[in-house]
């Protein structure tokens, strides 16, 4: 289906081309002329609204899939190398194909998302998450640049080689050395507080006001478990760890940064243990990335380094594993059961989760309990 565009929306699909070439064609970091996806956004808090520009780089013999679920495409432009522009057809569902061509283009895709229905995605005046199909997917990671026009009051965290992000007026900017698929993004009127851990890495709190008191604890504990983790498994690989409060109930580690729900916070023990866990998958999960078609080692390695840990440190290994084959004989049965290397996710929101987080969480950590026993600790740790 050929995508027809009213005049007015053309028009400013072609300024924000326009406006997006300038930026391309102004003097460049070395990072910057790497960067593939170029993505700017604002937002209609009382109407929960999304508005969004991606423009995304394709090489000669690069194609592209994108998904598109639950945004709505307001226009569509392919600009070619020698300045030719035309309009692709779009597809009557999510998934946008273009195919490979031998010359290099700039595709330009805007479109809108409504949040209000969203369990996940939130645009409020008090707080934005961006956590679940807010902008289209590519079929590989990129070099991104996200560009947020704020609301009035706000701050905001996304993943950035860069924290506090740069900000030029109302508009705040996140570049990421690390390719990613797709980005996470949150904003609230938060009180920014901060610690240092080392020359070259400090940990920050993005709390709502009315939490501010809970940020030192957590602070402080991110700073020790950046410490412990620094001895056990090497350089922290980002800049800055940010723990940043989220309206939705969220435990989520992102590239340098956890969102973690504001109720999720206030609850006493998070900071002893979830902390602790979201901080390793900075390395594990975030630095170290899981191909899954492998299967997800990494909910195994992390939960043992830091959930088992914990609770080894105060001299309940035995115990803690216990509980784990407990767990894992109480959900997983015959028809559950699978290989460990079979685990993806245990996303609550698929079937069997419990089993799933039985399998990938407690036989993971398991089998890295009995890898440490077999090496011995000084094997096992080097290893
Ligand atoms: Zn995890």
């Known amino acids: 289906m050929a995508l027809l565009l009213s005049p007015p929306v053309l028009k400013i699909l072609c300024t924000i081309a326009a406006l997006m070439l300038c930026c391309s064609v102004n003097p460049a970091t070395a990072k910057e002329k790497e960067i593939e996806y170029d993505l700017a956004i604002s937002f209609d808090p009382a109407r929960h609204l999304l508005n969004g520009t991606a423009s995304i780089i394709l090489r000669p013999g690069m194609g592209l899939n994108l998904d598109n679920a639950g945004l709505s495409v307001t226009g569509v432009m392919l600009r070619y190398q020698d300045g030719r522009e035309v309009v692709p057809s779009l597809p009557a569902g999510s998934r946008f194909n273009l195919p490979a061509e031998s010359e290099s283009r700039q595709l330009f895709i805007s ?68 390719p990613h698929q797709n980005l996470h993004f949150a904003a609230g009127p938060y009180v920014i507080d901060s610690l240092e851990v080392r020359q070259g890495l400090r940990v920050y709190s993005l709390f709502f006001p009315e939490d501010r008191d809970l940020a030192q604890d957590y602070l402080e504990a991110a700073v020790r478990y950046l410490q412990r983790y620094e001895k056990e498994i090497g350089p922290f690989p980002y800049p800055h760890y940010v723990i940043a409060a989220n309206r939705r109930p969220t435990g989520l580690g992102m590239p340098a940064f956890t969102l973690l729900g504001q109720q999720v916070l206030r609850l006493p023990f998070i900071k002893d243990t979830s902390l602790g866990h979201e901080i390793v998958h900075s390395w594990f999960g975030n630095s170290v990335e899981v191909d899954l078609s492998g299967g997800n080692w990494c909910e195994g390695l992390t939960t043992f380094l830091a959930d088992h840990a914990y609770r080894a440190d105060q001299g309940q290994s035995a115990i803690d594993r216990k509980e784990r084959i407990i767990n894992y004989l109480s959900y997983v049965n015959e028809k559950t059961a699978m290989p460990l290397a079979a685990f993806r996710s245990a996303d609550h929101r698929v079937p069997q989760a419990d089993a799933l987080r039985a399998t990938g969480y407690n036989r993971g950590t398991l089998l890295f309990a009995e890898l440490q026993e077999m090496l011995g600790e000084k094997v096992f740790t080097r290893v």
Do not use: C
């Open 111 to 178: 479109y809108t998302t409504d949040t209000e229905r969203s369990t996940e995605n939130l645009i409020s005046s008090d707080g934005i998450t961006l956590t679940d199909l807010w902008h289209p997917i590519p079929d590989r990671a990129m070099l991104f640049r996200l560009q947020a026009k704020l609301p009035k009051g706000l701050s905001a965290i996304t993943e950035s080689d860069h924290f506090p992000l740069p900000v030029d007026g109302d508009m705040v900017t996140g570049i990421s050395s690390q």
